[in-house]
């Protein structure tokens, strides 16, 4: 078979790139040619219209909605996640084979005109398989993946400098900035860039800098999901009613709901039939005036209050955790962190964390990020501490975890978690529970949402917080280290019987 294929991820980090290879790897041992465009974080090189006009089927290993799906329309398409492409690439090239034996033969070069865009033969399209149809849940995941994979970025930036302004100019440069006023003036009202600088100084530029980023994450967040749904019409209704969202005190919750209003009302419309006059002006003029003024009623009249008054409950509770309360709640996030590594569950957790900086909450991203760093670090000092129990590969690949797991990549534990799930998994989460807990119960608070080891001087009572990785990753260690004991022949053994390893879909994450 001539493949083509597109793998991404929210991140688009790891999970991304990994996929990538396992298809590849999978298709050339099975003497099928393929080429992937991997949508991650550093971009993609398109799929070029020879390849496309070449392809004998398609394979979407994705999280989020896949960019140019349109391009796929002349073919048969296999579909499912970004870890199954990791964890079951040969299963989705079977899928592709046999979807491939059920079609009539075609000529390729009818396959699509020079565009690469359409099928250039009109009956073409009606005798191509349909395609994967996901389920409601399936669905619902990939538009909220979605927004939160555009929102990451600036999650990352604003958050690192706001991180940054507090380590040049400590806490109280947010007191400082937020007051408003310098010498009498606010921000919008000093012109001079010199008088910027002298009022509040470099620490305070970077700070407003990054408070400006930070402020567009629910907007980013409700038109991205808003987008996985409706394409370009939805952004604008998505973001508009992500700034209501925050407007009226929401926040995070009310994003996710104006996102999803603001994709069903852009479906409503386009479902409703038109003169084909009016055709032309529906994109640009009449969905946009239409779905804002339906998203903005809602979410003010209807949705807001509700969702303000629950999302006031929510942030009231988290700032009174302390003690007992406080580590329960490191512990479970801990838990949902090391449970998929990367994957909807461990970004449910994350996101949390994020949403818990936005309302002032630095301690559960503390946790979140300890509790994370821990499964890549635990792996790796499992390979030193008790080599025979894994491969040379593995013994190679847990190198690369320590830098992995330093950085905060959990996605580095996948390919072992991959080879032994029903062991590593839950090893791994006892782990990351005793890490999550631990960084709640010390204290440990994080400004920036992401950096591993190399924002320890960000983080509050970092001693501390430091104790608290090293307990986790030793759990783990010493839990996976028995477990891998437990009903199984040595790492010989193992590899002669053809277990999978994970040295190249390390290097994989190294390099994403």
């Known amino acids: 078979m001539r493949i083509v294929a597109v793998t991404a991820c929210p991140t688009g980090i790891a999970h991304t790139y990994m996929a990538a290879e396992s298809l590849e790897v999978a298709a050339r041992a099975a003497g099928h040619e393929i080429t992937v465009e991997t949508q991650g974080s550093a971009g993609s090189t398109p ?147 010199t008088d910027i600088w002298g009022q509040v100084g470099i620490a305070g530029v970077l700070y407003y800098i990054g408070n400006t980023a930070f402020s567009m994450l629910v907007p980013i967040l409700a038109g991205y999901i808003a987008y996985g749904m409706a394409d370009r019409q939805g952004l604008v209704p998505g973001i508009v009613g992500g700034l209501l969202a925050v407007s009226i005190d929401a926040g995070f919750l009310g994003g996710l709901v104006a996102g999803l209003l603001a994709g069903a009302v852009v479906l409503a419309i386009n479902r409703i039939p038109v003169h084909k006059n009016v055709r032309g002006i529906m994109p640009t003029v009449v969905v946009p005036l239409v779905s804002v003024t339906v998203v903005g009623i809602l979410m003010i ?94 013994r190679e690949a847990g190198k690369a975890a320590w830098l992995l797991g330093a950085s905060f990549i959990t996605e580095g534990a996948i390919p072992f978690a991959a080879a032994d799930p029903l062991r590593v998994i839950p090893s791994l989460m006892a782990g990351s529970a005793t890490a999550g807990a631990l960084s709640m119960a010390f204290g440990a608070s994080s400004p920036a949402p992401h950096g591993g080891v190399w924002i320890i001087a960000l983080i509050g009572t970092p001693g501390l917080w430091l104790v608290a990785i090293l307990a986790g990753t030793a759990v783990s260690a010493i839990c996976v280290s028995f477990a891998k004991t437990v009903g199984r022949a040595p790492a010989a053994t193992a590899t002669e019987a053809g277990a999978s390893t994970p040295a190249a879909s390390l290097t994989t994450a190294v390099h994403g």
């Open 301 to 394: 009249a209807v949705v807001g209050s509700p969702i303000a008054s629950l999302m006031d409950t929510i942030t009231d509770w988290l700032n009174g955790l302390n003690g007992t309360n406080a580590w329960v709640l490191g512990g479970l996030l801990g838990l949902m962190m090391a449970f998929d590594m990367g994957g909807p569950i461990n970004k449910v957790a994350y996101t949390f964390g994020v949403a818990s900086l936005a309302s002032g909450n630095q301690d559960i991203m503390g946790a979140v990020i300890a509790a994370g760093m821990t499964p890549p670090l635990a792996l790796a000092l499992s390979t030193v501490v008790r080599p025979k129990l894994w491969t040379t590969e593995e």
């Open 47 to 193: 799929l070029t219209a020879e390849e496309l006009a070449g392809a004998d089927v398609a394979i979407l290993a994705a999280d989020i909605g896949v960019k140019g799906r349109e391009r796929f329309a002349h073919l048969p398409i296999v579909e499912g996640p970004v870890k199954r492409g990791i964890n079951d690439a040969e299963g989705m090239l079977a899928e592709a084979q046999a979807a491939v034996d059920a079609q009539p033969a075609v000529d390729p070069a009818a396959k699509l005109d020079t565009s690469g865009k359409v099928p250039a033969n009109p009956a073409l399209a009606s005798v191509v398989a349909p395609g994967y149809k996901p389920g409601p849940g399936a669905l619902l995941r990939t538009w909220l993946m979605t927004g939160v994979s555009y929102m990451i970025p600036f999650v990352a930036a604003g958050g690192l400098l706001i991180a940054i302004s507090f380590l040049i100019g400590g806490a109280s440069i947010a007191t400082q900035v937020n007051g408003g006023t310098f010498d009498g003036h606010t921000y919008k009202e000093i012109s001079d860039v």
